[in-house]
T-cell receptor, first 114, second 114 residues
């Protein structure tokens, strides 16, 4: 079945450490890919998106993500996390240009250790 | 900057009451969406609209209904609230375009039905 998978439900990293959040998808064509962040009690904010071109995309708040077609992955990275990065992170996919809806992963909750 | 608003932000109500969750956007977006999200869980699309007088049911069955009489307004109504409706409801919008455009999210309405 077509899906978006975030294998890590909850990750804890120390402040200042590097971060990588995993996202895999199972759509045949090259999809449109997104990462959203949701702070407690808030809506979702777009961090970055990939449509085509350079497979390494830069986003807001110092985040970046790399599209790897061979691995069907779009992992989110940040070289040094801050306490304010604690939130829920959602990977999302629009399967192709004709798709009408965006499919969200189940989310990864990020906690920051002081 | 995205301008999409939801009211109320928090609502506690008794079983059997009729409620309407408001969502408005000032970006002139054609597409609007309602998602339901339980705490710490993924988003589920319950309704969407491609424009005025257009409404469709999403992937998750919902007892709620929606209307789209004006471009900027996409209210969600529960005729008779039940405890199983307790959840967070997120509204989003996106523009119509040749390539897929990101969805902008409102802050959400956290609904508790006693």
């Amino acid at each position: 079945a077509q899906s978006v998978t975030q294998p890590d439900i909850h990750i804890t990293v120390s402040e200042g450490a590097s971060l990588e959040l995993r996202c895999n998808y199972s759509y045949g064509a090259t999809p449109y890919l997104f990462w959203y962040v949701q702070s407690p009690g808030q809506g979702l904010q777009l961090l970055l998106k990939y449509f085509s071109g350079d497979t390494l995309v830069q986003g807001i708040k110092g985040f970046e993500a790399e599209f790897k077609r061979s691995q069907s992955s779009f992992n989110l990275r940040k070289p040094s996390v801050h306490w304010s990065d604690a939130a829920e992170y959602f990977c999302a996919v629009v399967p192709d240009s004709s798709a009408s809806k965006i499919i969200f992963g189940s989310g990864t909750r990020l906690s920051i250790r002081p | 900057e995205a301008d999409i608003y939801q009211t109320p932000r928090y609502l506690v109500i008794g079983t059997g009451k009729k409620i309407t969750l408001e969502c408005s956007q000032t970006m002139g977006h054609d597409k609007m969406y309602w998602y339901q999200q339980d705490p710490g869980m993924e988003l589920h699309l319950i309704h969407y609209s491609y424009g005025v007088n257009s409404t469709e049911k999403g992937d998750l069955s919902s007892e709620s209904t929606v209307s789209r009489i004006r471009t900027e307004h996409f209210p969600l109504t529960l005729e008779s609230a039940r405890p199983s409706h307790t959840s967070q409801y997120l509204c989003a919008s996106s523009s119509r375009g040749g390539s897929y455009n990101e969805q902008f999210f409102g802050p959400g309405t956290r609904l508790t039905v006693l």
